[in-house]
């Protein structure tokens, strides 16, 4: 009886696995569709056109970090880099998403639209880019305390960007 039982197991495991590699599943990390004479990047300072001081930092500082972490390409100067990767922090806004019934924002919804592009620095060929990667978070709004509610927006901003550079990190390599 045990040998049927684990005979069983064995089976369903097999066809688990036939399952997810013949419909295209894969795990992340393993794809690189960039040129193999691709082996650094130069992560150039954003250009910051929102009304928000300094996040134009944040959003280099955060891709910088994740393509250290991933160990796939060298972070070098532009000079001597293989690719640059260049972006315009395009629109920073909020709106109200939910309000009190004083009809006072209670939360409120912040967004980026940028425009990142990657390019070959031998001849500046695109090799990756998206003129409107878009990111939201939400934070709450503290009506009774202004300070609060702008450490919240704050807050909600490092999420965006900290994800926007996983997103942008992960989209490069995967070529999408």
Same mark, same amino acid.
């Given at each position: 009886?045990?040998? &049927?039982?684990?005979?069983?197991?064995? *089976?369903? %495991? =097999?066809? $688990?696995?036939?399952?997810?590699?013949?419909? !295209?599943?894969?795990?992340?990390?393993?794809?690189?569709? &960039?040129?193999?004479?691709?082996?650094? *990047?130069? %992560? =150039?300072? $954003?250009?910051?056109?929102?009304?928000?001081? !300094?996040?134009?930092?944040?959003?280099?500082?955060?891709?910088?970090?994740?393509?250290?972490?991933?160990?796939?390409?060298?972070?070098?100067?532009?000079?001597?880099?293989?690719?640059?990767?260049?972006?315009?922090?395009?629109?920073?806004?909020?709106?109200?998403?939910?309000?009190?019934?004083?009809?006072?924002?209670?939360?409120?919804?912040?967004?980026?639209?940028?425009?990142?592009?990657?390019?070959?620095?031998?001849?500046?060929?695109?090799?990756?880019?998206?003129?409107?990667?878009?990111?939201?978070?939400?934070?709450?709004?503290?009506?009774?305390?202004?300070?609060?509610?702008?450490?919240?927006?704050?807050?909600?901003?490092?999420?965006?960007?900290?994800?926007?550079?996983?997103?942008?990190?992960?989209?490069?390599?995967?070529?999408?």
């Amino acid at each position: 009886m045990v040998g &049927l039982m684990n005979r069983g197991l064995k *089976i369903s %495991v =097999l066809f $688990f696995c036939m399952a997810i590699t013949s419909c !295209g599943y894969h795990f992340a990390g393993g794809e690189n569709n &960039l040129p193999p004479d691709i082996r650094s *990047i130069a %992560v =150039l300072v $954003f250009e910051n056109r929102s009304s928000e001081p !300094g996040i134009e930092n944040d959003f280099t500082n955060d891709l910088v970090y994740e393509f250290t972490r991933g160990k796939r390409l060298a972070i070098a100067e532009k000079d001597s880099a293989d690719a640059v990767l260049t972006g315009i922090i395009k629109q920073l806004g909020s709106q109200a998403i939910t309000y009190t019934k004083e009809v006072v924002a209670a939360e409120q919804r912040v967004y980026v639209i940028l425009d990142v592009r990657l390019e070959r620095s031998d001849n500046g060929d695109v090799l990756w880019s998206d003129k409107s990667f878009t990111e939201k978070e939400e934070y709450t709004v503290v009506a009774s305390d202004k300070a609060a509610t702008e450490a919240n927006k704050r807050a909600a901003i490092k999420l965006i960007s900290e994800r926007t550079a996983e997103k942008i990190h992960n989209r490069i390599f995967q070529g999408f």
